[in-house]
């Protein structure tokens, strides 16, 4: 099936410094993106479409300045966590749409530790 | 809006018993359905998907699901579960008019007794 990596893995940094995530479709062409974030036993809470070529579209109560979101091609969107704070540790997820428009292929997510 | 509920929070299952996962959906047309299943720390794995059609749908692994448009349902099941198959499920509805955007239930964490 359809391949979608996430880089990094992991990642710690110091808290008010920033941090980028990338989400790439390796053998599709991804117009739409979507980045989610994971608190531990949680479900996924969607943060945000990300779409090739213009600005990304936020859910509700999803700061906008502080989770950047850039979709520059048709395989990469990434995410960056501005002046990142310990409350912003967790595990984002991106997703991409599929090149049919019906199937959605998640990343291996991404571990953020911000101390 | 979509909705998705999963309404058992934790599973426990015998090696090589039968598996049944619940899921109900509220959306106002025949939604996009999809079940995920994701190991511990790691992301989500597709295992099937509904989109029209055969309402029997199956899947990797063995999992098969049945869409039940007059209980508003999307049902996964595995007739003899593996060890391996210890994991948290999600189910998730999609619909071309929300954007494509999946929402997703609760989920259900399987545990596997040997």
């Known amino acids: 099936g359809a391949v979608v990596s996430q880089h990094p893995s992991w990642v710690i940094c110091k808290s008010g410094t920033s941090v980028k995530i990338e989400c790439r479709s390796l053998?599709?062409?991804?117009?739409?993106m979507f980045w989610y974030r994971q608190f531990p036993k949680q479900s996924l809470m969607l943060m945000a479409t990300s779409n090739e070529g213009s600005k990304a579209t936020y859910e509700q109560g999803v700061e906008k300045d502080k989770f950047l979101i850039n979709h520059a091609s048709l395989t990469l969107s990434t995410l960056t966590v501005t002046s990142a704070h310990p409350e912003d540790s967790s595990f984002y997820i991106c997703s991409a749409l599929s090149d049919s428009g019906n199937t959605i292929y998640f990343g291996e997510g991404s571990w953020l530790t911000v101390v | 809006a979509q909705s998705v509920t999963q309404p058992d929070i934790h599973i426990t299952v015998s090696e090589g018993a039968s598996l049944e996962l619940r899921c109900n959906y509220s959306?106002?047309?025949?939604?996009?359905l999809f079940w995920y299943v994701q190991s511990p720390g790691q992301g989500l794995q597709l295992l099937l998907k509904?989109?029209?059609?055969?309402?029997l749908v199956q899947g990797i692994k063995g999992f098969e699901a049945e869409f039940k448009r007059s209980q508003s349902s999307f049902n996964l099941r595995k007739p003899s579960v593996h060890w391996s198959d210890a994991a948290e499920y999600f189910c998730?509805?999609?619909?071309?008019?929300?954007?494509?955007?999946?929402?997703f239930g609760g989920g259900t964490r399987v545990l596997v007794k040997p």
């Open positions: 509904y989109f029209s059609g055969d309402t």
């Open positions: 998730a509805v999609g619909a071309i008019a929300a954007g494509n955007k999946l929402t």
């Open positions: 959306y106002g047309a025949t939604p996009y």
């Open positions: 053998d599709f062409q991804a117009t739409t």
